[in-house]
């Protein structure tokens, strides 16, 4: 209903559309924070399981199915803490912010973050769907170095050791207004861990921006590799229809092979070309989309590096651009090898037009030849039955005369019969030939023959 009496009647969609914008906000997230971010593949999973999932949280009994309608939700626990729920095409998250325990900041090595989480028994494992990515991140309060290669080592020294002194990948984010440090590593808890160091007067909205950033490009990042798999074992199956199609193609220059059994053969891998392309199309389109998330949020960071370490940014195009070259390849050769098989489907189309066309020809030959021994039947025909009809024409006249004879004519019944035999011929003759050209028939002049008809056009 429009309640814009100065426009014209809302479209269906307006508010929904205009609503989109607003439909995740970033959390606010006071610091020191910890976040324990969880995302589950959805297939199979519907929004009744995971209301039923969502009620065994703290005060949530009474959550109702169009709650979840929206796609998002946040909870508000005890304690000060709160859980994230959305809902995307392929997979859900759950997001729990909460205080960060003492003595879990920089001075701690290796800190049991997993143990911490207020949540009740069990939650965590109960969670409806498969897991995809599963991450602690710890964001901590800590005055940030000068742009210095000794003051910003003195702050990397506690942040390795914060993950147990291994190789840890770290950038300065938003152009140096906090520190993103992480390594990369699944614990035995199944979490990976993350470490944001930023200054005391850090909002509480632009530590929310930042943990959001950091844990979709983390999410996407694995979600675009969904399709190396996919396209590794697709490779074999590529290689094999090559190679197929490369020998059904040099066949095709040999012409006593049959077309049938070409033609069958190709159909056959047509077939399965297809069928590969309808299981895998949306696991390859969307892994490019989930690239192009990942190339965004890593320009959101405006990272800048810090001396002796690798950007995030740049670790992940590292690690990720050769996996997303092998997909974008497997895709191209399963597009391209479906283009090729039309092309020799095409060729192999106009061999049999052609074969086709030789065995019209040759049959029109053969109805030709026919035609004419049918043209010289019918002359001889013809020939004998006007000389049969002369014959009788030329008794019943000697039967006149022979009466006439005995009736006492003058007359000689033989020779008048043998007079009349050139006359009676021609006669006989004549009559056949307006008796053909009354039906249609045409006679060729002196041959007696019926004109075969035309062969028919192209």
């Known amino acids: 209903m429009n309640t814009h009496r100065d426009l014209p009647p809302d479209d269906p969609l307006r508010q929904a559309l205009h609503d989109e914008v607003h439909a995740r906000p970033s959390a606010l997230i006071p610091l020191p924070a910890l976040i324990a971010f969880v995302a589950v593949l959805n297939d199979g999973v519907d929004r009744a399981q995971e209301l039923e999932h969502l009620r065994r949280l703290p005060g949530q009994a009474d959550l109702q199915a169009s709650d979840l309608n929206n796609h998002f939700l946040r ?38 973050l997993h143990s911490t989480l207020a949540l009740p028994p069990g939650w965590l494992n109960g969670i409806p769907g498969r897991t995809v ?56 808890s199944g979490f990976e861990h993350m470490l944001v160091v930023a200054p005391p007067d850090t909002s509480a909205s632009r530590a929310g921006r930042t943990s959001q950033r950091l844990l979709e ?35 095709l220059e040999h012409k006593s092979l049959n077309e049938q059994d070409l033609l069958d053969q190709l159909v056959a891998l047509a077939a399965r070309v297809e ?19 990942v190339a965004q949020r890593i320009g959101e960071l405006r990272e800048r590096p810090i001396p002796g370490t690798q950007t995030v940014g740049e670790f992940m195009r590292r690690r990720l ?8 390849a497997s895709e191209g050769r399963l597009g391209s090898l479906s283009e090729r098989i039309t092309r020799t489907s095409a060729l192999l189309r106009t061999r049999v037009d052609i074969a086709t066309e030789a065995q019209n020809q ?43 004879k005995a009736a006492g004519l003058p007359v000689h019944p033989e020779m008048a019969a043998a007079a009349l035999v050139p006359l009676v011929l021609w006669a006989t003759w004549r009559t056949t030939r307006k008796i053909h050209e009354k039906l249609g028939g045409s006679l060729h002049p002196g041959q007696g023959g019926v004109k075969p008809p035309a062969p028919p056009a192209g």
């Open 275 to 293: 069928r590969a392309t309808a299981e895998h199309t949306y696991r390859f389109a969307a892994t490019r989309a989930y690239d192009a998330l």
């Open 217 to 251: 490009l983390e999410t996407y990042r694995l979600m675009a590799l969904r399709g190396l798999p996919v396209a590794k074992a697709l490779s074999p199956m590529l290689a094999e229809a090559e190679a197929r199609l490369a020998a059904i193609t040099a066949q």
């Open 362 to 404: 040759e049959l029109l030959a053969k109805l030709t030849r026919g035609q004419e021994l049918q043209l010289q039947l019918q002359t001889t025909v013809e020939g004998l039955s006007i000389a049969a009809i002369s014959y009788y024409v030329i008794s019943l006249l000697l039967y006149v005369g022979k009466g006439a």
């Open 75 to 112: 909870l508000q626990l005890p304690d000060g803490r709160t859980l994230k729920w959305e809902r995307h095409t392929e997979f859900t998250r759950y997001s729990l912010v909460q205080p960060l325990p003492e003595g879990m900041g920089l001075g701690a090595s290796e800190p049991a």
């Open 133 to 188: 990515a599963a991450i602690l991140l710890a964001m901590v309060v800590a005055d940030l170095p000068e742009q210095t290669a000794d003051a910003q080592a003195r702050l990397m020294r506690p942040a390795q050791h914060w993950f147990g002194d291994r190789t840890v990948v770290a950038s300065q984010l938003g152009g140096g207004h906090s520190w993103a440090v992480t390594d990369f590593r699944l614990r035995a």
């Open 321 to 328: 651009s050769p996996a997303m070259a092998t997909v974008a």
